[in-house]
């Protein structure tokens, strides 16, 4: 073969290879529509996104939980409204964030938040009061050292008296189209229960860009933290949306504890 023929093989294999890249580049993206339809529609809902205080109170000793949080976190289920937005600890959890200590931001293992929390239990439909205590379990056994301590609730039914002034509720506001688009809505409000007046209200959207998809162990409802309205705060040293601790932190801005 002369130096020309391998030239012009050399410009052939250069082009062919120039054209399968075009084409792999051209491919279109099945879900564009559906996705660009998801970002039209979340920045349109973010408009309307944010928090809208009318009132604070202080020196607030504590406050009646409408409902709990649900002990399963929704990873993927798409259309079940138990509001993936407002996702916070679970079960005890959620009452226990409003009584521990908090310190620059952090929750502490330490008695400290609100007196006491009132909520129903789903279970029997009566309304108990919640406070914290440290456990000390060396008391009970001794195979514990005794610095071990365990932030810890006492539940009684509530004494037999009106509601505490305050109370908190969140709401799962996605409608059919939302979550048809993957956008989950979410309505958390601080509610005087003597006036019925609505103390302040947050409202936050997310929404998964990946429109539902599993590959590689997605969780979409967790990775849509990442495109939320109002963000959440990140936790530290990663990029990783801390969605913990919210209503605590919110509630707080409003019922302010000193």
């Given at each position: 073969?002369?130096?020309?023929?391998?030239?012009?093989?050399?410009?052939?294999?250069?082009?062919?290879?120039?054209?399968?890249?075009?084409?792999?580049?051209?491919?279109?993206?099945?879900?564009?529509?559906?996705?660009?339809?998801?970002?039209?529609?979340?920045?349109?809902?973010?408009?309307?996104?944010?928090?809208?205080?009318y009132r604070t109170v202080d020196h607030v000793q504590g406050l009646f939980l409408f409902?709990?949080?649900?002990?399963?976190?929704?990873?993927?289920?798409?259309?079940?409204?138990?509001?993936?937005?407002?996702?916070?600890?679970?079960?005890?959890?959620?009452?226990?964030?409003?009584?521990?200590?908090?310190?620059?931001?952090?929750?502490?293992?330490?008695?400290?938040?609100?007196?006491?929390?009132?909520?129903?239990?789903?279970?029997?439909?009566?309304?108990?009061?919640?406070?914290?205590?440290?456990?000390?379990?060396?008391?009970?056994?001794?195979?514990?050292?005794?610095?071990?301590?365990?932030?810890?609730?006492?539940?009684?039914?509530?004494?037999?008296?009106?509601?505490?002034?305050?109370?908190?509720?969140?709401?799962?506001?996605?409608?059919?189209?939302?979550?048809?688009?993957?956008?989950?809505?979410?309505?958390?409000?601080?509610?005087?229960?003597?006036?019925?007046?609505?103390?302040?209200?947050?409202?936050?959207?997310?929404?998964?860009?990946?429109?539902?998809?599993?590959?590689?162990?997605?969780?979409?409802?967790?990775?849509?933290?990442?495109?939320?309205?109002?963000?959440?705060?990140?936790?530290?040293?990663?990029?990783?949306?801390?969605?913990?601790?919210?209503?605590?932190?919110?509630?707080?801005?409003?019922?302010?504890?000193?």
């Amino acid at each position: 073969m002369t130096c020309n023929n391998r030239r012009i093989v050399r410009l052939l294999a250069l082009l062919l290879l120039v054209v399968m890249q075009g084409c792999a580049t051209e491919r279109p993206d099945p879900d564009k529509q559906k996705r660009d339809e998801a970002i039209a529609l979340y920045e349109k809902h973010c408009q309307q996104a944010g928090e809208k205080i009318y009132r604070t109170v202080d020196h607030v000793q504590g406050l009646f939980l409408f409902k709990l949080r649900p002990k399963k976190t929704n990873f993927q289920d798409q259309f079940v409204l138990d509001d993936p937005y407002g996702h916070d600890t679970g079960g005890d959890g959620y009452i226990k964030n409003f009584l521990m200590e908090k310190k620059n931001g952090s929750l502490l293992d330490e008695v400290g938040g609100y007196g006491y929390v009132d909520a129903i239990d789903p279970n029997d439909g009566l309304r108990y009061r919640y406070t914290a205590y440290l456990d000390q379990p060396w008391l009970r056994d001794k195979k514990y050292a005794e610095w071990v301590r365990n932030f810890s609730l006492h539940k009684e039914l509530a004494p037999n008296a009106p509601l505490p002034r305050y109370g908190v509720t969140y709401d799962d506001i996605s409608t059919r189209e939302d979550r048809e688009h993957w956008i989950a809505g979410s309505s958390l409000k601080v509610i005087d229960l003597q006036t019925h007046e609505v103390m302040a209200e947050r409202i936050g959207y997310m929404v998964d860009l990946g429109l539902g998809s599993l590959n590689g162990g997605r969780s979409p409802w967790l990775i849509a933290a990442g495109n939320a309205c109002p963000k959440f705060p990140v936790v530290f040293g990663t990029r990783h949306p801390l969605q913990q601790m919210q209503a605590r932190h919110f509630v707080e801005k409003i019922l302010r504890i000193n």
